[in-house]
């Protein structure tokens, strides 16, 4: 279905001569008063390069990311800050990029911070900034932005946690925390939590810790314990889980709870020692 465009109606010309010497208030820019010549103070040069200064100045914020025909089937990239998997970037640009005439390439940012200009957008939209869809025919080419995906992608701050807890095994009871896209499949980036032991569901600390000890084994554990075998940080591995071990010989429950930032705080099931 093709895309539907509004008819957007203009107010009437008495509305917009009463805008004459005020300023916008939403976005700081002026409207040139009726009159204003070279003799003016400030003159109609200064006033309207100063409008279009600051007009300009709004709009590079939405030049970011963009993708532009350089001519001879190139195309440039203007630089731009981003966040993905939980890290702020920053893509410092590109010029002459080729792309093969007589097809259509999607212009896209890794992971790694790396330009790719390919076939086809990752399956994975959590993996990616979009760029555009660039479409060559007969030397001409036709650039569709599509940067507005990137503010409705998933990434964690949609994201969610799932949890699974592990049978006991000699004294050690396994607990992951997985981050999740909305649908619960999983997200393969890093993410960090801290995770804390309670006695009840979404409870205080832990009374007691486990006399065993609390150690991560899968991610990897961010600076020392904030309270001994109770409340520690981790970052998670690739895959975008970390796993607690809990060690304790006795018969105690404990329920195992991590805070991840901008997601959610999920609770495990209670972990009960026999």
Sequence with gaps: MADIFPTEAYPSDAA???LDATTDQRTGLPYIAKGTGPASVPSYEI??????????????VMTEGLVVDEGGLKVGVYPCNYTLGGQHKRFAGATAQTVPDNDTRFVYIDSENTL??????????????????VVALNGAL??????????????????QIGVTVAAEAADLIAVTFE????AGNPLAQRWVGEVWL??????????VAPNGGVSVTTGEQLGADLVTDKHIKAIS????????????SATPTFFVMVAGFGISVPVSASITFS
Excluded: C, E
């Design 47 to 60: 006033q309207y390069n100063r409008r279009l200064q600051r007009q300009n100045q709004r709009l590079a």
């Design 179 to 182: 981050l999740q896209d909305p």
């Design 198 to 207: 309670s006695d009840s569901d979404f409870g205080d600390l832990a009374a």
């Design 237 to 248: 591995d690739g895959n975008g889980a970390i796993t607690i071990d809990v060690v304790d």
């Design 16 to 18: 917009i001569a009463q």
């Design 116 to 133: 790719q200009i390919a076939a086809s957008y990752p399956v994975d939209v959590s993996t990616f900034l979009p760029l555009a869809t």
């Design 142 to 159: 036709t650039i569709q932005p599509d940067v507005g995906y990137a503010r409705t992608s998933a990434s964690a701050l949609d994201a």
